[in-house]
Nanobody, 115 residues
Framework: QVQLVESGGGLVQPGGSLRLQCAAS????????MHWYRQAPGKQRELVAS???????TYADSVKGRFTISRDNAKNTMYLQMNTLKPEDTAVYYC?????????WGQGTQVTVSS
């Protein structure tokens, strides 16, 4: 059993920045790949960014150039640096990781972009 706990969400003005964290209860060496998803009200959950144990990253077109995914193996933590935030980035953000053939989800953290 692996637990993933997100933090770092909040209310930010358009153009602002936030850094989300996803802390794992197990070594993230064993969690590969890891992802950030988001779900806005009334919309389906969508994949935002992914990272492998080799630090290969991919991004949704909507966040390319604004968001950066990274992982710190020593801290068992994955991050999502979000810059130049827009109102359409408002959503609950979830982390997800694959361990031993099973996917685990975090509980989510709310990000609200509004003036």
């Amino acid at each position: 059993q692996v637990q993933l706990v997100e933090s770092g969400g909040g209310l930010v003005q358009p153009g602002g920045s936030l850094r989300l964290q996803c802390a794992a209860s197990a070594s993230i060496f064993s969690i590969n790949p890891m992802h950030w998803y988001r779900q806005a009200p009334g919309k389906q959950r969508e994949l935002v960014a992914s990272i492998t144990s080799d630090d290969i990253t991919t991004y949704a077109d909507s966040v390319k150039g604004r968001f950066t995914i990274s992982r710190d193996n020593a801290k068992n933590t994955m991050y999502l640096q979000m810059n130049t935030l827009k109102p359409e980035d408002t959503a609950v953000y979830y982390c997800r990781g694959l361990v031993g053939g099973r996917y685990y989800w975090g509980q989510g953290t709310q990000v609200t972009v509004s003036s």
